[in-house]
């Protein structure tokens, strides 16, 4: 049994976007390059019975990092559980929750809180950035130079079967399409893309992931370096992570803000309860204490919570309907002047 768990992508002017830091003294992206070798056990990471590819695959990718950079490090199905409840509210005797992953929310969790591995240790990562999905040149670049590309599809039936009978993920026409699902793609031979899903190596065509890719997404790893400060491929991440550090945080200059708001679910039965987090970064850490007014109109009314976020930096709500309709959550905070919102809709049905 294999299950898909990817929310559906939507743009962010916050966003940094790849093309805007591209350099022009990068390495040339040989013919063919990856490491997925590294790694003997992927693991399914309990993707076979809930919606966490998103968690399943950023562990994937803190797995061959730390294999790139001399180091063993083990997930099992309990820690990406774990994860995937603290990012989306998922709760195992609550079936319904299981709605899966935004994938930028997951990114800023790895950024702030990090996965946490088998022995209990927290992986964290730098900053992300969006590439464009339409600039295959950009995408094996970014896969060269960090060794992952996280990847968001619009999963057809047809992959879904060839998976099963060990074939590459092709367009076949008509396929109709049964969800969102996140992959890894770690290795590139000159033809073909491979990317990591439901614990093993899928050979996939660019063709493939030209018609079917919505989100894509370079991320910087410090896990990846050697005692030299070097990728495998001699790039020196370190220094480009500074940089990219300075750019977001602007020392001695006014700080950055984004507030993320997101829900155990997007649909729910009446009378359940679906919780609602709002998370407050400051220069892309989580804000403590941060004031973050959260507006819940249901039923032709308005409801007004005042909230705080808690050690985390997330301040969270429990929102229900006693009837069937739409209820629109939306959340509002104005540090030192600066306003930010966000707005998201969950549908309680009968």
């Not at 797995?63 to 989306?88: C, H, K, P």
């Not at 600039?135 to 057809?156: C, H, R, S, T």
Request: hydrophobic fraction near 40%; proline fraction near 4%; glycine fraction near 8%.
């Amino acid at each position: 049994m294999r299950k898909l768990g990817k929310q559906p992508y939507s743009a962010s002017k916050k966003d940094l976007l790849y093309r805007n830091y591209r350099g022009s003294n990068l390495p040339p992206v040989p013919k063919s390059f990856g490491h997925q070798g590294l790694v003997a056990n992927w693991g399914m990471l309990g993707n076979d019975t809930v919606g966490d590819c998103v968690i399943a695959g950023a562990d994937h990718a803190t797995m061959l990092w730390n294999a790139e950079g001399g180091r063993q490090v083990s997930f099992t199905t309990a820690n990406a559980l774990a994860d995937y409840s603290a990012i989306t509210g998922y709760n195992p005797n609550v079936p319904d929750s299981d709605q899966g992953t935004n994938i930028r929310q997951a990114l800023l969790y790895q950024q702030t809180t990090g996965m946490v591995d088998s022995a209990g240790n927290r992986h964290k990562i730098g900053a992300f950035l969006a590439l464009d999905i339409n600039n295959m040149d950009e995408i094996l670049e970014a896969l060269y130079l960090f060794g992952v590309v996280k990847i968001g599809i619009q999963l057809p039936a047809s992959a879904d079967s060839q998976f099963d009978t060990g074939q590459p993920w092709t367009v076949v026409e008509n396929s109709q399409i049964i969800g969102g699902h996140d992959v890894e793609i770690v290795d590139y031979d000159g033809m073909w893309l491979y990317v990591v899903t439901w614990g093993k190596v899928q050979q996939v065509s660019v063709d493939f992931f030209k018609a079917y890719c919505d989100e894509a997404w370079a991320i910087l790893s410090l896990e990846m370096l050697n005692g030299k400060g070097l990728s495998p491929e001699g790039f020196n991440l370190a220094q480009l992570q500074a940089d990219l550090n300075a750019l977001v945080s602007i020392p001695n200059g006014p700080p950055t803000y984004y507030l993320s708001l997101g829900s155990s679910a997007s649909s729910a039965p009446v009378n359940s309860n679906v919780t609602v987090t709002a998370i407050l970064l400051e220069n892309n850490e989580p804000m403590l204490g941060a004031e973050i007014d959260v507006m819940v109109t249901k039923q032709n009314s308005v409801y007004v919570h005042n909230l705080k976020s808690d050690a985390t930096g997330r301040a969270t709500l429990a929102v229900t309907s006693s009837t069937a309709e739409t209820v629109q959550i939306k959340a509002m905070a104005n540090p030192q002047g600066i306003e930010q919102m966000q707005t998201i809709d969950i549908a309680f049905t009968e």
